[in-house]
């Protein structure tokens, strides 16, 4: 089998193409491709979520790392991605290793690539990682050596990443006024890296915290995979109603997005969400700086963005689209649909425990509950409708679909004109009313994506029966 890396990294399924030699011949590409650039001295960080055999394949990298004599620097315990790109920025390693399959299912795992700068890693980057991981396939040659040997020499060093991370955030946010502020919160951790982490940094104060799906089963027992949308979400809507909590976080299984509910046991979508991490940065916090979305992201934020005189940038889907934007720019924030979100003054990278301290600061500094904050967002940008389609398709009708798109053979959409045309990936259609329609191929399964958003319920079905329609589905 061919290893191929895509949005984040690898992924598969285990014991079937997610093997112990594949984690190798992955982590000896890493390898080589640190002596290549000079930065095989600085170390290898290597993190691990909370899945039945993560943990083995971090020590599988780090007796190939020893045996490549790179300095392997090993997280003690399970932990999210976030907390393992913080420690690799802080001890200015060559790079990081994550095993993690973040929201995927329990059968699934996967090996994340981090750059020095703690991020996605970029496209070029990735090509030249895989050009590396091609020769190691084929000359099938792996140096490694013993975990016992590893540590006696001193090439393995396990640490603990969890303190440092919590006195970043403890810098990034004031958690004294959170912990004082009377609170009910209830919090998610489905299972995942996340447990434990918010308990930790809000206790000590009188606002009373519960956890929930936060013990040890690597199984994400009742979920299907440890993803924070709402269809996955019901025992903490329940929970917040029963705890009379004001608000709900969720993170996925290593924690790098977030998931809320309000106080009124509603899921509060994930562009409602950047918008309102967007507005608090911008607004209650005073900073400045480049908003970084993706294609798929809302509108909103551009009108926030445009009341408070500074610039959006949009780019593809991924962070390996949005980190390196976000860098260049120095950016205010960036943010994807799919729930991760980075900031200002932390790393490039997505990070779900950040972004839910983030919505509490926004509550305790507005003293307003949720359900208020959303409202007063619409009255100030509007109301904005999203809908969002995956539709299976006959991979034979792979080729018309792309010729009705690329030849243009329509110019609107449900009756709207359409302005321009961004086809960077897929086909994002800007139309006069400010309305937009994005149309992209899966890269991972035969279905096709539709997105849309306008400024009312009916405008945006009519947008998607429409954009079906033309396409001949």
């Not at 897929?426 to 400010?434: A, R, V």
Request: aromatic content about 8%.
């Amino acid at each position: 089998m061919a290893i191929k890396f895509g949005t984040d990294g690898w992924r598969a399924l285990v014991n079937q193409d997610f093997t112990d030699e594949n984690v190798r011949i992955c982590a000896q590409a890493v390898c080589d491709y640190m002596i290549s650039n000079d930065i095989n001295h600085a170390g290898l960080i290597i993190g691990y979520d909370t899945r039945e055999s993560s943990q083995s394949f971090a020590k599988s990298v780090a007796e190939v790392a020893a045996g490549n004599n790179i300095p392997a620097i090993l997280c003690d315990n399970s932990c999210p991605t976030p907390v393992v790109s913080y420690n690799l920025v802080l001890r200015e390693c060559g790079a990081g290793v994550v095993i993690t399959a973040s929201h995927n299912s329990a059968d699934w795992n996967g090996f994340k690539f981090k750059p020095g700068y703690g991020g996605s890693a970029s496209p070029e980057i990735i090509s030249n990682l895989e050009k590396h991981l091609h020769q190691v396939e084929q000359s099938n040659i792996v140096n490694s050596i013993t975990f016992e040997e590893g540590q006696l020499s001193g090439l393995i060093e396990l640490i603990d990443p969890k303190t440092t991370y919590l006195n970043r955030l403890a810098e990034l946010v004031n958690l004294h006024s959170i912990r004082e502020s009377g609170l009910n919160i209830v919090i998610d951790s489905m299972y995942g890296a996340g447990a434990g982490y918010f308990s930790e940094l809000l206790s000590g104060g009188n606002n009373k915290i519960k956890e929930i799906r936060s013990e040890f089963s690597p199984t994400f027992p009742g979920l299907i995979q440890p993803e924070p949308i709402e269809a996955n979400l019901e025992p903490l809507m329940n929970e917040v109603i029963d705890f009379n909590a004001d608000v709900g976080l969720a993170t996925d299984g290593d924690a790098d997005r977030l998931g809320i509910i309000d106080e009124n046991g509603n899921y509060v979508s994930t562009l409602i969400s950047f918008s309102l991490l967007c507005q608090h940065l911008l607004e209650n916090l005073s900073m400045t700086g480049t908003i970084v979305k993706s294609i798929t992201m809302t509108n909103m934020v551009d009108k926030l963005a445009e009341l408070n005189s500074v610039e959006v940038v949009e780019t593809p889907v991924g962070f390996k689209n949005l980190g390196p934007v976000f860098m260049e720019q120095e950016g205010l924030a960036a943010g994807e649909e799919s729930g991760g979100y980075a900031f200002q003054g932390h790393i490039p990278e997505r990070d779900g425990i950040l972004s839910g301290l983030l919505i509490l600061d926004m509550m305790i500094k507005t003293q307003s509950p949720l359900s208020e904050l959303i409202e007063n967002l619409t009255n100030k940008v509007g109301e904005h409708f999203y809908i969002r389609e995956d539709i299976p398709f006959e991979s034979s009708k792979r080729k018309e679909i792309d010729t009705i798109l690329s030849t243009r053979s329509f110019n609107s959409i449900a009756g709207i004109n359409i302005n321009n045309v961004n086809d960077e990936d897929g086909f994002k259609f800007y139309l006069q009313d400010n309305s937009w329609v994005l149309v992209r191929f899966s890269g991972t399964e035969p279905l096709l994506r539709l997105h849309a958003e306008s400024n009312s319920l009916d405008q945006v079905e009519s947008l998607v029966k429409d954009i079906k329609k033309n396409l001949k589905l």
